[in-house]
């Protein structure tokens, strides 16, 4: 600070630069959460590399080199599926659209409850309780019918499925967002902005927003999770995007050509431990974030 | 005292404030009259309930008053936000709580700079930068040197120092009135002293209008060139700090300076229960169930104790430049 | 402690001898309180004032040691003769309430919201005279609501049916429940209108004059403590910095920070004050790393040097008016005793 050549918002960046090195290195105390980011940093990388570490011919029926079910082996080291493509293969590419579904669909979820949060806590009257009435409405639908219904409705896409889920998911987040902006909106903060001569837009882009942000952060990582789930979910019921491969429809295939009867644990296993393995490491962190980004939980540990 | 006769006035004429509330219509404010010039400070004292903060909201335009006007030099103020900009130019406001009022995750120099970007004043016409007029605002409050402080978050620094920021923040709009609620009452004692200085130079360097929201009698006494008691959402005395303080014509002003620890050689006339509930303002005076001169018969012996109980005061108006007045039947006799 | 076992008048109900207090947190240690010592007689009021976080209301919980138990303590506490700090958990459960008892700043939030107050009046009763049939309790609860100027039928009231100063009355009224020898007040009147809080002061007052009890009142408002206490300590970084009657520190302070503070609080109708807000520049130190020397030297308009080499020991006035102390029929109370007029200041001789 005491540099006086640089100007105030290049010292502005450091400063925040500061908090980020601060927020990390306590995100760093927090073993769940480091070990929630190794997981997933492993799972990213994979379906990132998925054409370097699996030729997609794997992919294709005609193409399978395989035999049926066949079992673990120095070739096929988690066998092979009904059509005798390699198991790791579309493993690995699964988890391509499992990923990308998941984060698709946390991104719409989190859109439209953040900004339905925001706006019936920020401005409540009439617009308020209504957008809170129809919040906790969608709430009270169990969710994977909706699903299931508005995915039967179009031609199953990887972007579909993840609009579905993202529709039928964010009264969660919007009665979260809701609760937080209350509180906020109550600061006298707000009231010297108000004085200032702010509007809305100003007092909720920056005042109210940015002391909301930290919850949206930490609460997407958990949307994530089930967004993963509600893919593998809709897939199993054969309501996923029938041209690529996912956990889902594996775990699907597996099932209807009855891999538990014959005991073809290889087929069965691995997306579904993949599953687990994904949404229990955004939890991890999720968890970590929530205590980083809430001063009040810090003290806590 | 150094009160500019044609600078801007800031005018509270007949405001109403009134709330639904399960109870019935709360009257916050019941026909309040008050008025500010530049470079004078006017101390507004009250109980909690008395209504002063309403008043004070309700001069800065963020509390609509339900009737009555609120004037900036004779010109009443637009209902429409937009309209507002350069009333919000000219009278700010300092809120009470210095640690609740700064948004925390901003730094000092954004939370100056607040009230320059939303009024598209970054570029000053003067020709000061944006990080010029942040410095100078911050200097004008007594923070200097301004710049290692730009940086600060508000729980970086100590009571005094987030209360001279918010008066930067207000003074960086370069206004010509301003309205501080409670603005020492969450200080320690010995900062309090150099918030109420920086008041007073203010108003000598800036020629600044200052009205001060506070429950403390000292505080009036300290800086302020004249003095409104409210009561129950009405202005009940107003005049000159020395009249108002030291020969009090009201009762309940009285009563006040009686018990405040602040006066000394007056007997404690300490008054029964509590400010009545908005909701059931007495009829007739509205001091009058708690009013002592009732009570021990000097408004018998005057003639007006009927009047007391039954006919309502009308609302106090603005005195002129050096009058004192009371709304007492006591004071002024009814008929 | 019974009734037999109460002290004589004039003997001290409290007396804190070279009390530290050092508050063990994850950014250090952090020194509440530097070695205060002081006493208070029945029937007195000893005012405690200073800013916040001079340690004030560190004092105040460590005579009932509610300090936290991470806390480093040291020195005596003695209420009525016994030693608060070293006593067991059951002799220290009968000092509280029946000894001493505490008033707590922020009424409503130191009253269980769900529980009439007449019953929780009645409960430190309960507990300390158990032999007390429940009539004869609710007898005493409605005898002391009338002390305290509430009509007895507010014992069936919950807290919030109550406004800010009838809710401070409840609290003196159970502070009062088992006849202690001293009350500690804390901040009593300042969540309070001046109105109300003339009501609670004068309360106050009436209690300690008509039934003798010793008071320590804890107040950032020296005005208060003037007009209610009988001597005055002034505190400034954990160490008593001025004591002395009330009247005296208040009106004629000697050491630099006790006269600035009381410069603070000007009188209505003081022709110096008018137009002339005193206040002292600077920020109350920082209690991780005190500076060397007198902790006060930084803010100070009278700093020499010296000042900054060693931190001036508390010490009695030279009292102009002759050999006796300021203080009253002290009698020979040896060297330093805590009841004279003391201040800690080098620059005093000086002036």
Request: charge should be neutral; aromatic fraction near 4%; charged fraction near 20%.
């Amino acid at each position: 600070m005491s540099a006086p050549t640089l100007t105030p918002g290049a010292l502005a960046r450091r400063r925040r630069a500061e908090s980020w090195r601060r927020g990390w290195s306590e995100f760093r105390t927090h073993r769940s959460g480091l070990v929630g980011l190794g997981v997933l940093v492993v799972f990213v990388l994979v379906a990132l590399l998925a054409p370097v570490l699996a030729d997609s011919d794997g992919l294709s029926v005609t193409k399978a080199t395989g035999g049926v079910l066949e079992a673990p082996s120095a070739q096929y080291w988690l066998g092979t599926d009904d059509n005798g493509r390699s198991v790791l293969t579309l493993l690995i590419w699964g988890s391509q659209v499992s990923l990308m579904v998941g984060l698709l669909a946390t991104v719409i979820s989190m859109g439209i409850g953040t900004l339905v949060g925001l706006v019936s806590g920020y401005f409540g009257g009439v617009l308020g309780q209504v957008l809170f009435r129809v919040t906790e409405w969608v709430l009270v639908l169990p969710q994977l019918v909706l699903a299931i219904v508005l995915a039967s409705l179009f031609d199953p896409s990887l972007l579909v499925i993840s609009a579905v889920i993202g529709v039928t998911s964010w009264p969660g987040t919007a009665l979260l967002i809701r609760a937080q902006t209350l509180s906020v909106k109550e600061r006298a903060y707000l009231e010297r902005s108000r004085v200032l001569g702010a509007g809305h837009l100003h007092l909720l882009r920056r005042h109210v927003l940015p002391n909301v942000v930290p919850m949206v952060f930490a609460n997407t990582t958990l949307t994530v999770a089930i967004a993963i789930l509600n893919e593998t979910t809709l897939s199993f019921l054969g309501l996923g995007d029938p041209t690529r491969v996912s956990w889902g429809s594996m775990l699907e295939d597996a099932f209807s050509v009855g891999a538990i009867t014959t005991g073809s644990w290889w087929y069965l296993l691995p997306p579904g431990l993949c599953v687990v393995g994904v949404v229990l490491a955004f939890t991890l962190v999720g968890q970590a974030l929530e205590s980083v980004l809430d001063p009040r939980l810090r003290g806590r540990r | 005292m150094t009160s500019h006769p044609d600078g801007p006035v800031l005018e509270a004429r007949g405001v109403s404030v009134r709330f639904r509330t399960r109870a019935g219509e709360a009257r916050a404010l019941d026909g309040a009259d008050l008025r500010v010039r530049a470079g004078e400070i006017v101390a507004l004292v009250g109980e909690s309930g008395s209504g002063k903060t309403t008043l004070a909201r309700t001069l800065v335009g963020v509390q609509r008053p339900t009737e009555g006007q609120v004037l900036l030099d004779g010109t009443p103020l637009p209902t429409r936000a937009k309209a507002l900009a350069p009333f919000r130019r000219r009278v700010q406001m300092v809120l009470q709580d210095p640690a609740g009022a700064l948004n925390p995750r901003h730094t000092v120099y954004d939370s100056v700079a607040e009230g320059l970007r939303l009024h598209g004043l970054s570029q000053g016409a003067d020709g000061r930068g944006e990080e010029q007029q942040v410095a100078d605002a911050l200097s004008a409050a007594g923070l200097r040197p301004p710049e290692p402080l730009f940086l600060r978050y508000p729980h970086e620094l100590s009571g005094g120092q987030r209360q001279r920021v918010l008066i930067a923040g207000a003074l960086a709009l370069s206004p010509q009135l301003l309205v501080a609620d409670e603005p020492v009452s969450a200080l320690d004692a010995s900062i309090r002293g150099e918030v109420l200085a920086l008041l007073l130079s203010l108003r000598e360097t800036l020629g600044l209008g200052v009205l001060v929201v506070t429950h403390d009698l000292g505080l009036a006494w300290n800086v302020a060139d004249r003095t409104a008691v409210m009561y129950l959402g009405r202005v009940v005395e107003e005049g000159p700090t020395e009249q108002v303080l030291t020969d009090p014509q009201h009762p309940y002003t009285q009563a006040l300076l009686s018990v405040v620890p602040e006066v000394e050689g007056l007997a404690p006339q300490v008054l029964r229960g509590e400010v009545p509930d908005p909701t059931h303002v007495p009829a007739g005076c509205r001091f009058h169930p708690r009013c002592p001169a009732l009570a021990d018969g000097r408004a018998e012996a005057a003639g007006v104790a009927a009047a007391c109980r039954g006919t309502a005061l009308p609302v106090l108006p603005i005195a002129e430049d050096g009058a004192h007045r009371a709304a007492c039947h006591l004071v002024t006799p009814p008929g | 402690m019974s009734a037999e076992a109460r002290v004589e008048p004039g003997a001290p109900v409290l007396a804190v001898e070279d009390l530290h207090l050092t508050y063990v947190t994850a950014d250090g240690d952090v020194p509440a309180l530097r070695g205060v010592s002081l006493e208070v007689r029945s029937g007195e009021v000893l005012g405690l004032a200073g800013e916040s976080g001079c340690g004030k209301s560190s004092l105040a919980s460590t005579v009932l040691r509610l300090q936290p138990a991470s806390a480093r303590v040291s020195g005596r506490v003695l209420v009525s003769g016994e030693d608060v700090l070293t006593l067991r958990w059951g002799a220290l459960r009968a000092v509280r309430w029946a000894g001493a008892s505490i008033v707590f700043q922020g009424a409503l939030h130191s009253l269980d919201p769900v529980q009439r107050v007449g019953h929780q009046i009645e409960e430190p009763i309960a507990l300390h005279e158990p032999g007390t049939s429940p009539a004869e309790r609710r007898r005493r609860v409605a005898e002391l609501l009338e002390q305290v100027g509430l009509p007895a039928a507010r014992a069936r009231a919950y807290p919030h049916q109550l406004s800010g100063g009838q809710r401070q009355r409840v609290m003196i009224a159970m502070a009062l429940a088992c006849r202690p020898d001293l009350v500690v007040a804390d901040e009593p009147t300042t969540a309070l209108d001046v109105m109300v809080q003339a009501q609670v002061l004068a309360l106050l007052s009436e209690l300690v004059r008509g039934s003798g009890v010793a008071m320590v009142l804890i107040s950032h408002d020296l005005s208060v403590l003037g007009q209610m206490s009988d001597r005055v300590a002034v505190m400034y970084a954990g160490r008593v910095v001025e004591q002395g009657p009330a009247s005296a520190v208040l009106g004629d302070a000697r050491h630099p920070y006790a006269a600035a503070l009381s410069g603070a609080f000007p009188r209505v109708g003081d022709p110096a004050a008018r137009f002339a807000p005193s206040g002292l520049p600077g920020d109350p130190p920082d209690l991780r790393s005190l500076p060397p020397g007198c902790p006060f030297a930084p803010r100070c308009h009278r700093a020499a040097p010296t000042c900054a080499e060693a931190e001036p020991a508390l010490l009695p006035l030279a009292v102009p008016s002759g050999p006796t102390s300021a203080a009253g029929p002290a009698g020979p109370a040896g060297p330093a005793g805590p009841r004279e007029r003391l201040a800690a200041c080098v620059r005093l001789e000086e002036s």
